[in-house]
């Protein structure tokens, strides 16, 4: 246990020096008040003498010391269950995968196939490594897959790496990332179709756990690549003009059998030791202020005890008082005093989408907005009912555009009926808002600045992609000088020893 405020015990100088100028017998403020006088100045109390009372209000003052230095012991560690999938997609960027026999070229295509990968696999952790005849870390295993597809959309892949393609780089950079986790993918997409026997690589992946899948992008099949997923447990993938291949990679890595991990995080973890000097120190206050009786002091003692000691160190002791008014008050329509007593509470998602709804009810839409916002969990039909709830909360506040980006949120998490018909009568008005107002704009501003028609269809040209952002505010101004900056993207090579027949055949 140490104090998580050390500096603040510097105060504990108080009660000493209280105690220090206290050492006399005597009381040293007698000299200067008659008894009478001095009678009515004491605490009256027939516990305690004038001296033991000085010394008892020291022992308070160094009490409320200690807590305000928070006492506490640190549990450094944090187990948490995660039962997910983890998948390593593994690019070939060597020189036969710029070829443009598939439109516009292999490589492309393969990009493409990840972005759609990365935004349909929720629930996976991912990671990209490219390789050649060696392989490069782009990104490790993480949740986050917005970070992933703004790496690979803005990095430059024109160059060639090397015309060679060596197998056991991708396998060995991938089993590297792959090595602490329990359910290991890899996912190549690559055009190699060579006929070689694949005896090591299978050795190695069934040595590491890892399930090997393929997306072909070459159009001669089958190759030894297949034979290798099927013997490994996985599946071999020729592309598709639609997204289907995409699709049944993931229902298969999803229908693949998972193992329950325990994951260990180095968190700080502090559990509070405050309520016990405190509730020491206001059990003495109340003795040095009250007139008690000795009869009736262990009674009180008891009492009090039971009263201070078992409190939680945490501020959330009246939260089911909160929660129990705000659903009262919301059977009874006090919407009102519900949006009070829920941002009173320690809220979870629930609470969260309750008070949201309670904000949309009394008209208060943006509001409203942001903590569906905050509701927002990992169920996908509660998912798809918030952005339902934010759709309409906009369409509201005639917010049209980000209405039909919410209803289409929506759709791609749940197809509610509501929200797909929600969405076609947005689209509507959206057509009818933007013809009047290119109807307004040529109105104020066309005669002045483009008078014959030749200008005309200079000037409205592009009018359709304008209007989407019509005057955006400062934020989004900033926002998209930011998207436009592209930073370098880097990549960390891999250390890989063992190399594949397939390394030293001709390109």
């Known amino acids: 246990m140490f104090f998580y405020t050390s500096t603040a015990l510097w105060l504990l100088l108080l009660p000493l020096l209280l105690l ?22 004491q605490l009256q109390s027939s516990l305690f003498s004038s001296r033991k009372k000085y010394m008892l209000f020291a022992l308070i003052l160094a009490l409320f010391v200690m807590a305000i230095a928070r006492p506490v012991s640190k549990r450094s560690t944090l187990h948490l269950p995660v039962n997910k999938p983890t ?15 598939v439109y516009p070229s292999r490589l492309t295509l393969a990009r493409e196939k990840i972005e759609a990968f990365i935004a349909k696999a929720s629930g996976f952790d991912m ?37 060679q393609t060596n197998l056991f780089a991708a396998l060995e950079g991938g089993a590297g990332l792959l090595k602490t986790h329990n359910n290991p993918h890899i996912i190549l997409l690559t055009d190699d179709n060579a006929t070689l026997t694949r005896t090591k690589e299978l050795a190695y992946i069934k040595d590491k756990g890892i399930k090997l899948s393929v997306l072909s992008l070459s159009k001669e099949r089958p190759s030894s690549l297949q034979a290798l997923c099927e013997n490994n447990g996985g599946v071999y993938q020729p592309y598709t003009w639609s997204q289907e291949d995409i699709s049944t990679l993931i229902r298969h890595i999803a229908s693949s059998p998972v193992t329950s991990q325990t994951k260990v995080y180095d968190v700080t973890n502090l559990k509070e030791y405050f309520i016990y000097p405190l509730s020491l120190a206001l059990l003495l206050l109340v003795f040095l202020f009250l007139p008690l009786r ?7 003692v008891l009492l009090l005890l039971s009263v201070t000691l078992p409190l939680p160190t945490h501020a959330s002791i009246l939260d089911f008082w909160y929660l129990h008014q705000a659903k009262n008050a919301t059977q009874s329509k006090d919407y009102t005093k519900a949006i009070k007593m829920y941002k009173k509470a320690d809220l979870t998602s629930q609470g969260y989408y309750n008070l949201a709804t309670m904000l949309y009810k009394t008209s208060h839409f943006i509001e409203a907005v942001n903590y569906y916002k905050k509701a927002l969990g990992e169920d996908k039909a509660f998912n798809a009912k918030i952005y339902y709830n934010i759709a309409t909360a906009y369409a509201q506040k005639n917010k ?10 929506s759709l791609n998490l749940y197809p509610y009926a509501v929200t797909r018909d929600n969405l076609k009568t947005i689209q509507q008005l959206l057509k009818v808002q933007r013809k009047n107002l290119h109807k307004a704009f040529q109105k104020l501003y066309f005669k002045p600045i483009a008078p014959s028609d030749f200008a005309k269809a200079s000037v409205f040209s592009d ?17 998209n000088k930011i998207l436009k900056h592209k930073n370098p993207v880097y990549l960390q090579k891999l250390h890989t020893t063992q190399r594949s027949q397939d390394a030293s055949l001709p390109y």
């Open 294 to 300: 000795k009869h009736a002091s262990s009674a009180f």
């Open 127 to 163: 990671g990209i490594i490219l390789y050649a005849e060696d392989a490069y870390m782009l990104y490790p295993l993480t949740h986050e897959n917005g970070t992933l597809s703004y790496l690979l959309k803005d990095i430059n892949l024109s160059r060639t790496f090397s015309t």
């Open 87 to 101: 998948v390593i997609l593994a690019l070939d960027v060597s020189k036969s995968m710029h070829l443009n026999d």
């Open 400 to 409: 049209l555009d980000f209405a039909k980006e919410n209803y289409e949120k």
């Open 463 to 479: 009018y359709s992609i304008k209007i989407q952002t019509l005057l955006p505010s400062q934020e989004q101004q900033w926002f």
């Open 20 to 41: 220090f100028f206290n050492h006399k017998k005597s009381n040293p403020i007698e000299k200067h008040f008659s008894k009478s006088m001095l009678h009515k100045l």
